[in-house]
């Protein structure tokens, strides 16, 4: 009885807080003319918070992983972004809290790669 309490009560809103470092990355990186995406390993709850929780309302798509069928940090889960972008890996910038997940998979794909927990750009290492 406890997870499913708790899983109804993660796929709502009230649950979230959006951090306001967040929100003003977002509109910066809006307000440059950039494209902003999900890309995460939660479910496909993610649509209906993405969907009422700005800044992540503002992004025009949302990728799952359990939709997707790969979860970070494998290859195929970035592979895939990129092709649905239509966006090669030197285009995209992963913006991440988790160091392996995010950053250093992001890196390993050829991203670039933004820890906002260390507040540091990380760039790939390659051209």
Do not use: C, Y
Request: charged content about 25%.
């Amino acid at each position: 009885a406890i997870f499913e309490e708790l899983w109804e009560h993660f796929a709502g809103p009230a649950a979230w807080r959006p951090l306001p470092s967040g929100r003003d990355l977002a509109r910066t990186a809006l307000d440059a003319g950039l494209t902003m995406a999900l890309a995460s390993n939660f479910d496909d709850r993610l649509h209906g918070i993405a969907a009422t929780i700005e800044p992540l309302s503002w992004a025009k798509h949302v990728f799952v992983s359990a939709e997707i069928g790969w979860r970070k940090p494998a290859a195929d889960f970035f592979r895939t972004v990129e092709g649905r972008l239509g966006l090669a890996p030197r285009e995209l910038l992963l913006v991440g809290d988790d160091p392996q997940l995010d950053v250093a998979a992001g890196r390993r794909a050829g991203w670039h790669a933004w820890d906002v927990a260390a507040g540091s750009a990380i760039t790939r290492d390659r051209p």
